[in-house]
């Protein structure tokens, strides 16, 4: 499984940015693609996951109503949708791809894309 991710950049506070993460390679349908962000040397932090197969969402509480993440299978890609923007906000974002829904650890995920640097100015 490759996860190749695009979509980061710098935003003014309150504004929105869009992750895409395109999977090739064998993704079964009970996994889970999700997203991280990781700021410095500190631990990865969970943000939004999706079952690769069904419409089934779940988010971190800071992510909750301001991010949204989306699929499309055809495309085999993996969306989030950030919106209201704080400078609390900036890191790097990661998509990752596991076997188990719900997982919000970093260590649940096999495969990982490469990070994108999102930049929130205040």
């Known amino acids: 499984v490759q996860l190749q991710a695009s979509g980061g950049g710098l935003v003014q506070t309150g504004g929105s940015l869009r992750h895409s993460c395109a999977a090739s390679?064998?993704?079964?349908?009970?996994?889970?693609l999700a997203w991280f962000r990781q700021v410095s040397e500190k631990e990865r932090e969970f943000v939004s996951g999706?079952?690769?197969?069904?419409?089934?969402?779940f988010y971190a509480d800071f992510a909750r109503g301001r991010f949204t993440i989306s699929k499309d299978n055809d495309k085999r890609t993996v969306y989030l949708q950030m919106n209201s923007l704080k400078p609390e906000d900036t890191a790097t974002y990661y998509c990752?791809?596991?076997?188990?829904?719900?997982?919000?650890?970093?260590?649940?995920?096999?495969?990982w894309g490469q990070g994108t640097l999102v930049t929130v100015s205040s």
């Open positions: 390679g064998r993704i079964f349908s009970s996994w889970t």
């Open positions: 990752a791809a596991g076997p188990v829904y719900g997982t919000v650890t970093a260590k649940g995920y096999n495969y």
């Open positions: 999706i079952r690769w197969t069904a419409n089934s969402p």
